[in-house]
Structure formats: structure tokens, C-alpha cells
């Protein structure tokens, strides 16, 4: 018998006795590798980004404090709420119509989706560029109490208009399945976008401040455009106006649930911002600012990595409950291993990650920073489920929860911020994701069936009671005793995460960058064995050197 026969059918015998199939073990196991290999992409290009960021994040705060990161903030969230309107949810609708037509083999409707898409981003970023300029007036009375800003308010107009174009290409890319352009897209926006922005600050202060998002939207459609430009339909396929015809209507009967639920998310981040400008003034607002920057900065690489190739994924499989509850269960368990010790490494550091990524006088932001630590570690246990309500284009559902998170986390704003001030915010952050958290998996288990896996129901004890623990310890017990119970349960985690990932991919089979932290975590370890050998070879019978 030959070893390639010995070996085939000595794996045929373990996956029998597991009670698996052979072949969809090795399917499941594609499938983790497919979300570790593409959650590395994105990841890579996040670290980069975050690391501008970080430059960024600590120029415009030294030279404008609290005040200055405050009002950029809420300038950020008004253009993000006007962009959200503007967009009538056509980026979410347009990957999800490329990935049907990309399953179906139908280039004909992908080139159609692809004109369609550019041309319906540029008439209602044109549209919703004017809306917000046109309303700049009343919007800055809104947000500010008088009319100081309103000059301002209409220049984001234009931010809005170059933004929803280049999300659009973004929105191609991700359809297409094109992962790696987009983390380059992600990296080179990121950089060229924050040289101008330091560029325009330095310059003009904070009367740069919304020039600077006109100029970040610009280089991002510069990007986008690069990368994009390639995804051309063929010749004679179909005219651009006859392609928005034929498509723009079902893509806009999607896109308004899309829309909503980015109304009702953007509506949220600024109406809390509001609450605490008008509760505790605009240097609170730049605490907080600074808080949910760092709060979803980690987190945020894993969610993009999950919005960027489990939904067109997801997409794929919408109609078929046992391969969809497959899925979120992969990508549950993969998000909670890779999410998981960042959450806990931002609790136990948080002042010195403010300090870092600021300046000492945002330390104030520990408190409400902890909190919304809280809640994007439920952010990240929902997000999966939430998927598949879009998928299978639930509108009413997936519309009825985003109305019900937004209207309880506003609620729970006003309440919890003047109650408890500015660190109340995040205890509604928080609060508002149990609630959801409930809900959604209860709507999911009706919907397909779902249940957590054994797995995941274990990951999710451990990491969860851990973050609650060390957020109680760092509360309760004296700061030197409760850092060291947030380090030790970091390094477990990490541990923890790393051992996880392994079983379920072998390390031959790791993306090449989580290939290389493996390998160089594992010489750390050896180096540290020998060292601890040799020390005890050089000690004497009486145990001294």
C-alpha cells in the first residue's frame, strides 16, 4: 500500500470518527481560511491607515485641544448624515446586485450595475450637495445655536458631493470582489487625505477645519477613481442612461433600507454629539470625539474586514439557512478571536492611549473610552447576525431595528448624560447594544434557525465575563492592582486568540502576514525557553549563580 493511499485513507477514517464528512470539514476549513485571508488584507491596510491616523489625530489636537477635535467631529458627523440621505443606500444595494449577477455569470447586468452605479452616485451627490448647502442656515442653529457656522455647513456640501462618489467606486470594488485594491485604495486615500488636512489646519486653525473635509473627500475620490477605473463595461454593451433606467429602480427599492439605517446611524452619532455640546459644552464633545475614535479603532478593522468580504459572501448563500447559519458562525468566531484582545488591551491602556493618540488633556475621556469599550464588544458579537437580514433583503426588519437601536440609544443619551455627564454617553452606548444584542439574535433564531455554535457560545463566555471582569477591576480595585488584571487577561486572550485561530487553520494554510506573526511569536517563545534552561544549567547545587 502506498503512503498517498495510507494517508487518504487514515483521513478518511478521523473524519469519520468525528462524525463529519471528510469533505465538508475541508469546506468549513476553506472557509475560515477565506475570512482569516481577507480579514490579513484588510487588516494590513487598516494598520497602515490607523498609523497616519494616529499622526493626524495628534497634530489637529495639539494645535486646536478639545474645543478644535470637537467641532471637527461635529462638522464630520453633518456631512456624514447629509452624505447618508444623499446616497439613498445605492452602495449597499449595488454590491449586494453585482454579487448576485456576479454568481449567475451575467456580465452583461454586472456592466449595467457598474454604469448605473456611477451615474446615480453623481446626480444625488450633485443633489445632496445643494440640500445641505441650501439648509446650512438651519442646520447650524440646530447644532450650534446660531448662525456662526453656516458658511461652513454649505462648503460641506461639496465634501458631500465628492464623498458619495468615491464611496460608489468603493462600493464596485467590494462588489467585484476586488479585496486588495481596496486596501490600497484604503491606505493611499488615508495619507494623501491627511497630509491635506494637517496641511489646511497648520494653515488656517479651525477655520480650516471644514475645507479640510473637502479636501480628505477629494483625495479619497482621486483614490477611488485610480483603482476603479479599470471596471469598465465592454463596448457597445449598453448606453450609461439606458443602464440607469433599467436598474436604478431596484437598486433604489434596496437602498432606501440602506439609507434609513444610515440616517438612523448617522442621525444617532450626531444627535448624541448635540446632547453633549449643549449639556456639557464643545470641549466635552471633543473628549468624546476622541473617545469613539479610539473606542472603534480597533474594532472597526475587524468590522470592515466582515463588510468588505462576508457580505458579498453572505449574499451568495441568502436563501439557503444551513449554509448562512454556516457562515455567521465562521465569521463570528474568527471576528471574536481577532476582536477580543483588542478590546481588552484598549480598557486596560486606555489614558495612555489617549495621551498617545492626543494629547494629556484628553485623559478626561477614560471613563466614557471604558464604556463604549463595552458595547463594540457587542457590536462585534451582532454585526454577523445583522448581515443577514440585509442579504436576504429584509427591508422591513433590518429598518424596524436600526429605528429601534437609534430611538434607545437617544433616549438613553439624554438620561444617561445628564445624570452621569459625559461618561453617561457611553453607558447608553452600551446599554442600547445589550438590548439589541437580545433582539437581533431572537429575530435571527426565528428567521433561519440560527443558533451559536458550541464554539462560538464558549468564545463568547470567556470573552465577554473577561472584558466585564477587568472593566469592574479597573473600576473598583486600586489602578496598580486593576492594570495588572487587565494586562494578565490581555495576554491571556491574546493567547487564547492565537490558539483558536491556529486550530481551526493550520499554519501552513495562514495568510502570509498572519504566517509571520505565528512564526515570530513562536522564536519568542523558544529564545525564552532556552534562556530559562540555560539559567538553570549555570545555577549552583545551592540554587546560587
Known amino acids: 500500500m502506498t503512503d498517498s493511499r495510507v494517508t487518504s485513507e487514515l483521513a478518511a ?24 485571508k481577507s480579514s490579513a488584507m484588510i487588516a494590513g491596510s487598516s494598520v497602515l491607515t490607523i498609523g497616519i491616523s494616529i499622526v493626524r489625530a495628534k497634530i489637529v489636537a495639539t494645535l486646536l485641544g478639545p474645543a478644535g477635535v470637537g467641532l471637527l ?43 448605473a452605479v456611477r451615474r446615480l452616485a453623481l446626480i444625488l451627490g450633485i443633489l445632496g450637495g445643494l440640500a445641505l448647502a441650501a439648509l446650512s442656515v438651519p442646520v447650524s442653529r440646530m447644532t450650534f445655536g446660531d448662525e ?54 497648520v494653515l488656517l486653525a479651525e477655520r480650516g477645519l471644514a475645507l479640510s473635509l473637502v479636501a480628505v473627500a477629494g483625495t479619497s475620490l482621486a483614490v477611488s477613481w485610480w483603482y476603479a477605473r479599470k471596471l469598465k463595461a465592454p463596448v457597445g454593451t ?6 440607469l433606467r433599467s436598474q ?22 450626531y444627535a448624541v454629539r448635540s446632547i453633549v455640546v449643549r449639556e456639557l459644552g464643545l470641549a466635552e464633545a471633543g473628549l468624546f470625539q476622541s473617545a469613539w475614535a479610539m473606542g ?24 439557503d439557512d444551513t449554509v448562512s447559519n454556516l457562515l455567521v458562525n465562521q465569521q463570528s468566531t474568527v471576528s471574536l478571536l481577532l476582536a477580543g484582545p483588542g478590546v481588552l488591551a484598549t480598557l486596560a491602556l486606555a489614558p495612555w492611549v489617549l495621551a498617545l493618540f492626543y494629547s494629556s488633556a484628553f485623559v478626561g475621556a477614560v471613563d466614557v473610552l471604558r464604556w463604549l469599550c463595552l458595547g463594540m464588544a457587542l457590536r462585534v458579537v451582532t454585526w454577523p447576525l445583522g448581515y443577514v437580514l440585509v442579504a436576504r433583503a429584509q427591508q422591513r426588519m433590518f429598518i424596524a431595528t436600526e429605528l429601534l437601536w437609534a430611538t434607545v440609544n437617544v433616549t438613553l443619551s439624554v438620561a444617561c448624560v ?37 464554539q462560538n457560545r464558549k468564545a463568547c463566555a470567556l470573552f465577554l465575563s473577561s472584558i466585564g471582569i477587568v472593566f469592574a477591576g479597573l473600576q473598583l480595585l486600586p489602578a496598580g492592582a486593576g492594570l495588572g488584571l487587565a494586562v494578565l487577561a490581555t495576554l491571556w486572550s491574546a ?48 540554587g546560587q549563580p
Not at 467590494?174 to 485604495?185: E, F, K, P, S, Y
Not at 436604478?248 to 438612523?264: D, I, K, R
Not at 487553520?505 to 495568510?511: A, G, K, N
Open 148 to 201: 456662526l457656522h453656516s458658511g461652513a455647513i454649505a462648503l460641506l456640501g461639496l465634501a458631500v458631493l465628492l464623498r458619495l462618489v468615491s464611496d460608489a467606486q468603493g462600493a464596485l470594488l467590494q462588489g467585484t470582489r476586488r479585496i486588495a485594491d481596496l486596501a490600497r485604495m484604503t491606505v493611499w486615500g488615508g495619507l494623501l487625505g491627511s497630509l491635506a488636512m494637517i496641511a489646511l489646519v
Open 418 to 454: 445628564r445624570s452621569f455627564g459625559l461618561a453617561g454617553a457611553g453607558l447608553a452606548f452600551f446599554i442600547t447594544y445589550a438590548l439589541h444584542a437580545v433582539l437581533i439574535y431572537v429575530l435571527l433564531r426565528r428567521l433561519t434557525g440560527f443558533r451559536y455554535s458550541a
Open 73 to 115: 467631529g461635529l462638522y464630520s458627523a453633518i456631512a456624514d448624515l447629509a452624505r447618508s440621505g444623499a446616497e439613498m443606500g445605492i452602495n449597499g444595494s449595488a454590491v449586494r446586485q453585482i454579487a448576485q449577477s456576479a454568481e449567475s455569470g451575467d456580465d452583461r447586468k454586472i456592466a449595467m450595475t457598474l454604469l
Open 495 to 542: 493567547a487564547y486568540s492565537l490558539r483558536g485561530i491556529l486550530k481551526l487553520v493550520p499554519e501552513e494554510q495562514l495568510p502570509p502576514r498572519l504566517r509571520r506573526l505565528v512564526a515570530a511569536l513562536a522564536d519568542f517563545a523558544k529564545r525564552r525557553q532556552s534562556a530559562g534552561r540555560l539559567r538553570e544549567l549555570n545555577r549552583g547545587p545551592d
Open 13 to 36: 477514517a478521523l473524519g469519520s470518527a468525528s462524525g463529519e464528512p471528510l469533505h465538508e470539514a475541508a469546506e468549513e476549513q476553506k472557509g475560515y481560511r477565506q475570512i482569516l
Open 296 to 319: 472603534g479603532l480597533y474594532v472597526g478593522i475587524v468590522l470592515q474586514a466582515m463588510a468588505t468580504d462576508f457580505y458579498p459572501r453572505l449574499v451568495g448563500a441568502a436563501n
Open 238 to 243: 449598453v448606453s450609461g442612461w439606458s443602464a
Open 248 to 269: 436604478a429602480l431596484p437598486m433604489l427599492q434596496l437602498g432606501v433600507a440602506f439609507m434609513l439605517s444610515g440616517l438612523l446611524m448617522m442621525g444617532a452619532a
